[in-house]
């Protein structure tokens, strides 16, 4: 069964702190790795990591997957009160199921 | 906003009934993927529609069904319904047939089963 494990689970980090999420992962047939933000509501797309796209960078909010590992790892920068919010990882199984499963998240609150 | 609409926003229901939860995706968007979240399982795939048809399938008890219509709107529907079934249920949608991109997720509908 595929499994993604998040960690740490929760974090707080003063503004400007810099910040790692890590993500490990198992599954039979890797098609890709996910990163979602969750605030209030729903989810919102971060980055999609793959065999071709190993690294991604949007801001001061980048990732890296260790297909080695099997991890991957999200990193913040200069981080500001509106980071605070549940990080999901997910990965992305190409075989005949098609799943995507999630981590638990990671919950990030940044104080001022 | 996602483009992503769920409704209701909030059902409250007791053990042993049935609820049907419903879902427009993104226009031009042909999947549609469905999740439920609890507080201490995380965000759990259930299943996937594309264009009609039942294409990936998750952690789906028998006792819920979903389908997706003509019109790519798409619908879940939970019956036998108990307590450990109260939690917020997803919809997301994405304009490819793998589930391994980008989806948009809907606000999602809360479901409390007394």
């Known amino acids: 069964e595929d499994k993604v494990v998040q960690s740490p689970l929760s974090l707080v980090v003063h503004e400007g702190d810099t910040v790692t999420l890590n993500c490990s992962y198992e599954?039979?047939?890797?098609?890709?790795l996910l990163w979602y933000k969750q605030e209030k509501k729903a989810p919102t797309f971060l980055f999609m990591l793959?065999?071709?796209?190993i690294e991604k960078k949007s801001g001061r909010l980048s990732s890296i997957l260790d297909k080695k590992e099997l991890s991957s790892i999200l990193n913040i920068t200069a981080t500001q009160t509106g980071d605070s919010a549940i990080y999901l990882c997910?990965?992305?199984?190409?075989?005949?199921?098609?799943?995507?499963?999630f981590g638990i998240g990671t919950k990030l609150q940044v104080i001022p | 906003d996602s483009g992503v609409t769920q409704t209701p926003k909030h059902l409250i229901t007791a053990t042993g009934q049935r609820v049907t939860l419903r879902c427009s995706p993104r226009?031009?968007?042909?999947?549609v993927y469905w999740y439920q979240q609890s507080l201490d399982q995380g965000l759990q795939f259930l299943i996937q529609?594309?264009?009609?048809?039942?294409?990936a399938k998750g952690n789906i008890l028998e006792r819920f069904s979903a389908q997706q219509f003509p019109d790519l709107h798409s619908e879940l529907n939970l019956s036998s319904l108990e307590l450990g079934d109260s939690a917020l249920y997803f919809c997301?949608?994405?304009?490819?047939?793998?589930?391994?991109?980008?989806?948009?997720f809907g606000p999602g509908t809360r479901l409390t089963v007394l």
């Open positions: 997301a949608s994405s304009l490819s047939l793998a589930g391994g991109g980008e989806q948009f």
């Open positions: 529609y594309y264009n009609g048809e039942e294409r």
């Open positions: 997910a990965v992305a199984d190409s075989g005949g199921y098609q799943k995507v499963t």
């Open positions: 599954v039979t047939n890797f098609r890709s």
């Open positions: 226009s031009g968007d042909l999947s």
């Open positions: 793959t065999s071709s796209g």
